[in-house]
């Protein structure tokens, strides 16, 4: 799936790709980056975290999780 988000410090649309994944047997989004960098991002008890990278801006994971936020209540178990 596609979603498209505010570069949280350009301000410029940002196309990402998101896949499905298991983490560790939660429900997780793998968040696929233009230049093939990734991470995965899960939501526990409301929250967002990022799962496997430290060093995630925290703006950038809340932009992501605003277009995710429709996708995931849908998916959820």
Do not use: C
Not at 24 to 30: A, I, K, L, S, V
Not at 65 to 75: E, F, Q, S
């Amino acid at each position: 799936m596609r979603i498209t988000i505010k570069e949280p410090v350009t301000k410029s649309p940002l196309n990402l790709d998101v896949r499905p994944e298991d983490y560790n047997g939660d429900q997780g989004w793998r968040v696929l980056f233009p230049e093939k960098d990734s991470f995965v991002m899960v939501q526990k008890d409301g929250e967002w975290n990022v799962m496997d990278e430290s060093d995630i801006n925290p703006q950038l994971v809340e932009a992501i999780a605003k277009a995710l936020h429709p996708v995931a209540r849908y998916n959820s178990r």
